[in-house]
Nanobody
Framework: QVQLVESGGGFVQAGGSLRVSCAGS????????MGWYRQAPGKQRELVAT???????NYANSVKDRFTISRDNAKNTVYLQMNSLKPEDTAVYYC?????????WGQGTQVTVSS
C-alpha cells in the first residue's frame, strides 16, 4: 500500500518562497513518476510540475522559472520549491505518484499567498 504525505504548506506574502515536500512509502517510489498538482477554490485540479524516475522535469507555463521540482529517492521524497509566489498560486497542493496503471494521491497541503 502506497501512502503519500505532504508537508510544508503555509501562509506567505507575495514574492516570498515556500518549499513543500511529499514523503512516499513503498518500494516503487524510485521507479515511479512523481508530480505536484494544485486545486484552487472553485477550480479544477491542475498540473504544476512532474518529474520522471530519471529526473526529467515538466512544468506548467504558469510556474516555469519560479518553481522547481526535485526528488530524493534515498528519502522517498519529492519536493516543490516555490519562489516569487503570487496570490494566484493560492491552492491546495497535492502530491501524485504514477507507475503504469497505478495512480496515488496525497491528502494535500494548503498554500496561501497574500497580496
Amino acid at each position: 500500500q502506497v501512502q503519500l504525505v505532504e508537508s510544508g504548506g503555509g501562509f506567505v506574502q507575495a514574492g516570498g518562497s515556500l518549499r513543500v515536500s511529499c514523503a512516499g512509502s513503498g518500494s516503487i517510489f524510485r521507479i515511479a513518476a512523481m508530480g505536484w498538482y494544485r486545486q484552487a477554490p472553485g477550480k479544477q485540479r491542475e498540473l504544476v510540475a512532474t518529474i520522471t524516475s530519471s529526473g526529467r522535469t515538466n512544468y506548467a507555463n504558469s510556474v516555469k522559472d519560479r518553481f522547481t521540482i526535485s526528488r530524493d529517492n534515498a528519502k522517498n521524497t519529492v519536493y516543490l520549491q516555490m519562489n516569487s509566489l503570487k496570490p494566484e498560486d493560492t491552492a491546495v497542493y497535492y502530491c501524485n505518484m504514477q507507475l503504469g496503471s497505478m495512480n496515488y494521491w496525497g491528502q494535500g497541503t494548503q498554500v496561501t499567498v497574500s497580496s
